[in-house]
């Protein structure tokens, strides 16, 4: 677990925004914000649909930490496979409208980078 001056993530964002942090979107805010990988990924497909090799080579990252990332992103409905579940090669993905909306509030809290 992350922690910032002895805090928990809930911790701080409860602390520094009230009741309303432990809402959902905050719980997912804190769940992006706590791995590189994830932030960096959801910035890229905010600005559009890719596959996991364009990220990859994008974000000049490892295959295996975006495949990671959009797996746990997906989980969380935050990012999407546009393309057949089965197909093995060119899988698209892209941002949700959940997606969007978190990495929003993550700007406007200045917590993307």
């Given at each position: 677990m992350v922690r910032?001056?002895?805090?928990?993530?809930?911790?701080l964002l409860f602390e520094c925004y009230?009741?309303?942090?432990?809402?959902?979107?905050?719980?997912?805010?804190?769940?992006?914000?706590?791995?590189?990988?994830?932030?960096t990924?959801?910035?890229?497909?905010?600005?559009?649909p890719a596959t996991p090799s364009q990220i990859a080579g994008?974000?000049?990252i490892a295959i295996t930490h975006v495949s990671r990332a959009l797996r746990?992103?997906?989980?969380?409905?935050?990012?999407?496979?546009?393309?057949?579940e089965n197909r093995r090669k060119g899988r698209v993905y892209?941002?949700?409208?959940?997606g969007e909306r978190i990495w929003e509030e993550m700007q406007s809290q200045n917590l993307a980078e």
């Open positions: 910032y001056d002895g805090l928990s993530y809930r911790a009230g009741v309303g942090a432990m809402s959902d979107e905050w719980n997912a805010i804190g769940f992006v914000i706590s791995s590189n990988y994830r932030v990924v959801l910035r890229r497909l905010n600005e559009g994008d974000e000049d746990e992103l997906g989980e969380r409905d935050l990012v999407e496979l546009l393309v057949p892209g941002i949700t409208e959940k």
